[in-house]
């Protein structure tokens, strides 16, 4: 189960996104669930406008901008002290886009498909409890060999989930040609079985990426007095 933030009593989110229709989606969406104050932007040059005279306390960041590329935009976010954590959204199977993001400092990220409506609120909540957990660690002398582990483990994490999505894709399909009785159909079961096959492979290995970090710190500590 993912933690779930306390809230401010007063949020003020910044969309950003040159889509009318998306940005207003996402606005009621945010609006809705979080009862946050939205903001919408829809070019980069806007963006550093509304970030230039207010404090937000989350910012969603479209890939596609028209005066910019999305993750130059993340840069420049991120690279801000004290900065509003951000989630990224992405196209449908834009996964190697997310896995870049949350590289260069995102919190979070949603697919452009149909599961956005929960995707996105899904994200938002992870990343204001990522940045009230850190908020409440600022006071404290950070852990360096703890941090980087976590790190580590997160972006596994993010690999692990990238293996999933792949795996449900070629499920979802499988499960379509379940009532094909063409003569195509056996092969076709076959290719799908090889790609599910393959992703679960992957999943497992990226399993063992995060036994082999966390399983180490683990058997030091037990031997610590």
Known sequence: MRPRAER????????IDDNDDTARMIALLLERRFQAQIDVAPS?????????GNKYDLITL?????????????DEITSAEDHAPVVMITGHGDEEL?????????????????????????AVEWALADAALKKSRGGDKP??????????????????RIE???????????SKLGSDCGPDTADKLERIRL??????????????????????LAAESAKRP
């Not at 479209?62 to 993340?74: A, F, R, S, T, V």
């Open 98 to 122: 997310a896995y870049l993001s949350f590289r260069m400092g995102a919190s979070g990220y949603a697919a452009k498909d149909r599961k956005l409506s929960v995707s996105l609120p899904e």
């Open 143 to 160: 852990d360096l060999r703890l941090d980087g582990l976590l790190e580590s483990i997160h972006a596994a994490a993010i690999d692990l």
């Open 62 to 74: 479209d890939y596609q901008l028209p005066d910019c590329i999305g993750l130059d935009m993340l």
């Open 195 to 216: 790609d599910v096959e393959q992703n679960l492979q992957g999943s497992f290995r990226l399993v063992s990426k995060l036994d082999a970090l966390v399983h180490p």
């Open 164 to 174: 999933l999505d792949g795996m449900n894709v070629a499920l979802s399909e499988l």
């Open 8 to 15: 401010k009593a007063h949020m003020r989110f910044l969309v």
């Open 44 to 52: 980069c040059e806007r963006a550093r406008e509304a970030l230039e």
